[in-house]
């Protein structure tokens, strides 16, 4: 392996915009809602918290709601444990990763040279990323890898992003934000808008509310709400450590990989954007103002 220069975190975020709208996909393809309707579960969020919990087995709902933490534990318990009524989590692994390849193809996501050369990169990086502390990165790198080249793309880009989004977890924890009001902290900062918000987690104005009035009492939000200095410095803090964490993943890459990683993954995931079905404003809080720059940038 060759020298690789110092990098910043902000690589990693440029990765991250990337590699999630990859594995998004199956959130929002019509292919995912039909195979979790085929395979028995009732609505999106059945198959949501079934699908994304699966790697994890069937535990008890109030795992999943620690887990996937900015989600209200009411609404993780209307669809989990009854799910595995309905099938059990193999069945919800089965659907995903099928659909997900499914999309992908539809998508104009094709088995070539580019599909198999970002594959081997990202699971390269994937399989000797830390682990340790990371639960539902743990758990999916526990399941066999697929044998369809494409539904390996999908499943090494799960793999990525849980593993950012385990660490981006403990950063809120251990700053005191708690899932609810990291949702709220989110939309003040302008990453997603609070309509969306507030349909795709749940809110009722009372709990946004409530969320508010606590950040307000933290001196992260002032009586107008919007984020004082100290909540923007918090919120940056938060992303530039989710950042600085997620950066080690890509440590068994050398600066002449993740070369060929940019130059074969950003047009993949420009060609899932330009499909339609990731919509514009997300959860994540997706960039895309990068997508058309191919070089990693690293000097």
């Known amino acids: 392996m060759t020298a690789m220069v110092t990098r910043t975190p902000q690589l990693a975020r440029r990765l991250f915009d990337r590699f999630e709208p990859v594995h998004a996909l199956t959130y929002f393809s019509p292919e995912s809602i039909s195979a979790f309707d085929n395979a028995g579960y009732r609505g999106f969020w ?3 918290f079934a699908g994304r919990s699966a790697p994890l087995g069937a535990v008890a709902a109030e795992v999943v709601a620690a887990k996937f933490y900015n989600f209200s534990p009411a609404h993780v318990a209307r669809a989990l444990p009854s799910a595995w009524t309905f099938a059990p989590p193999s069945a919800a692994l089965e659907a995903r990763e099928q659909s997900a390849a499914a999309a ?5 996501i094709a088995d070539d040279d580019q599909t198999r050369t970002a594959t081997a990169l990202l699971k390269r990086a994937a399989r000797s990323a ?6 539902l990165f743990a758990a999916n790198l526990a399941l066999p890898w697929p044998d369809d080249p494409v539904a390996r793309l999908w499943h090494a880009t799960t793999l990525l992003r849980e593993q950012r989004g385990d660490a981006h977890v403990a950063v809120l924890v251990a700053n ?3 899932g609810r009001e990291s949702n709220v902290l989110h939309s003040l900062a302008d990453r997603v808008p609070r309509e969306f918000i507030v349909k795709s987690r749940h809110y009722d104005e009372d ?8 950040l307000v009492e933290r001196g992260l939000v002032d009586d107008a709400g919007a984020l004082t200095d100290a909540g923007r410095d918090l919120k940056q803090r938060i992303e530039d450590t989710t950042d600085a964490l997620a950066l080690p993943a890509f440590d068994a890459l050398d600066d002449a990989d ?5 130059r ?7 060609t899932v954007i330009a499909a339609g ?5 997300t959860p994540m809080g997706l960039g895309r103002d990068d997508l058309d720059d191919d070089k990693p940038h690293l000097r």
């Open 104 to 108: 992908l193809r539809r998508c104009g």
């Open 277 to 281: 079905d990731i919509p514009a404003a």
């Open 207 to 214: 709990e946004w509310r409530d969320c508010t009035g606590r």
């Open 130 to 135: 830390p682990w340790a502390g990371r639960p």
């Open 46 to 48: 059945m198959s949501y």
């Open 176 to 178: 005191g934000i708690s």
């Open 264 to 270: 074969t993954l950003t047009p993949i995931t420009r």
């Open 258 to 262: 993740l070369t060929l990683l940019f």
